[in-house]
């Protein structure tokens, strides 16, 4: 049973917009969560987090927003950028962090 | 450049060999993990040291044996594995819990 859940595999965003990526999950006890961004070849790389007792954080052109009673969590990229395209992974945390399968953003020229 | 440095890049062994895979981290994190990640798949948990401690196990079988010889030195030994053990192995560290993990690049290893 997938406790975070991503089920978009694969999304493709115009350069210049908004890309939108959403993660569900079903542990109610999850009270920290992250986003990773992965290139081929390389580890993830850490994006940003938030705690359960916030319902935004913002960092650049990345912004996460949580939604616990719908236990919803979402990251927006803006402006999307031809290096944004990656693998992201969402990731949730009680006592150890649990990821969600991936979804790969492609920016188009 | 990745802070968190794990060696080899690339192991291919034998089912009957005895192997290591290293990791480094001179960020002054308290928490070390390995990860196993098969390809499409996210990564999954298989030990987590704390203070040089073990912490958590993820019933990995026991050809799989973590050491922490420090608190900048994680060590995975792999003995006798079986070809589905063939996968990406993760190394990450961070300041504790609720804090982002930093991973390596990881070493691919490949069971013959």
């Known amino acids: 049973d997938q406790q975070v859940k991503q089920n978009s595999p694969s999304l493709s965003v115009q350069e210049g917009r908004i890309s939108i990526l959403n993660c569900d999950y079903t542990?109610?006890?999850?009270?920290?969560f992250l986003w990773y961004k992965k290139y081929p070849a390389e580890g993830p790389t850490f994006l940003i987090s938030i705690s359960s007792i916030k319902d935004k954080n913002e960092d650049g052109r990345f912004t996460v927003f949580l939604n616990k009673s719908a236990k919803h969590l979402s990251l927006h990229i803006v402006p999307s950028q031809p290096g944004d395209s990656a693998v992201y992974f969402c990731?949730?945390?009680?006592?150890?962090?649990?990821f969600g399968k991936g979804t790969r953003l492609h920016i188009l020229p | 450049d990745t802070e968190v440095t794990q060696t080899p890049k690339h192991l291919v062994m034998g089912m009957t060999n005895k192997k290591s895979l290293k990791c480094e981290q001179h960020?002054?994190?308290?928490?070390m993990y390995w990860y196993k990640q098969k390809a499409k798949k996210p990564p999954e948990l298989m030990f987590v040291y704390s203070y040089e401690k073990l912490s958590i196990n993820e019933s990995v079988p026991s050809r799989f044996s973590p050491e922490c010889p420090n608190s900048s030195l994680l060590n995975l030994h792999l003995h006798a594995l079986q070809p589905e053990d063939s996968a990406l192995y993760l190394c990450?560290?961070?300041?504790?819990?609720?804090?982002?993990?930093?991973f390596g690049d990881g070493t691919r290893l490949s069971i013959l």
């Open positions: 990450a560290s961070s300041q504790g819990h609720n804090q982002p993990q930093h």
């Open positions: 990731a949730a945390s009680d006592d150890k962090i649990i």
């Open positions: 960020m002054g994190h308290r928490a």
């Open positions: 542990n109610s006890m999850f009270d920290y």
